[in-house]
């Protein structure tokens, strides 16, 4: 099993920044594919930021349109963390945000592990 814990939500005013991290334990993989998703009231979950092995020591970096040039995820695997870097913060972006790994990169919902999620609220 692999559990993930994130920490670093809260309130920021429009154009603030905010950094999360996601902690996993477990049987954790530096070959897993981490990625963040977020949750709006109302709304279906959806893919925001994602990295995976892409081998030769290097990790891809993939990035939902709405956040692309804002966002930043990144990994440290000797911490066994995930980090999402968020800059020029929007009202749009207030949400749930979920941490997940899965042994396959994908876009979807479909991962294996999920956190609890940590609230971010982006005042106007």
């Known amino acids: 099993q692999l559990q993930l814990v994130e920490s670093g939500g809260g309130l920021v005013q429009a154009g603030g920044s905010l950094r999360l991290s996601c902690a996993a334990s477990?049987?954790?993989?530096?070959?897993?594919?981490m990625a963040w998703f977020r949750q709006a009231p109302g709304k279906e979950r959806e893919f925001v930021a994602a990295t995976r092995w892409s081998g030769r020591n290097t990790y891809y970096a993939d990035y939902a349109d709405s956040v692309k040039g804002r966002f930043t995820i990144s990994r440290d695997n000797a911490k066994n963390t995930v980090y999402l870097q968020m800059n020029s913060l929007k009202p749009e972006d207030t949400a749930v945000y979920y941490c997940?790994?899965?042994?396959?990169?994908?876009?979807?919902?479909?991962?294996?592990?999920w956190g609890q999620g940590t609230q971010v609220t982006v005042s106007s």
């Open positions: 997940a790994a899965n042994p396959i990169y994908t876009r979807t919902i479909e991962y294996d592990y």
């Open positions: 477990g049987r954790t993989s530096s070959n897993y594919a």
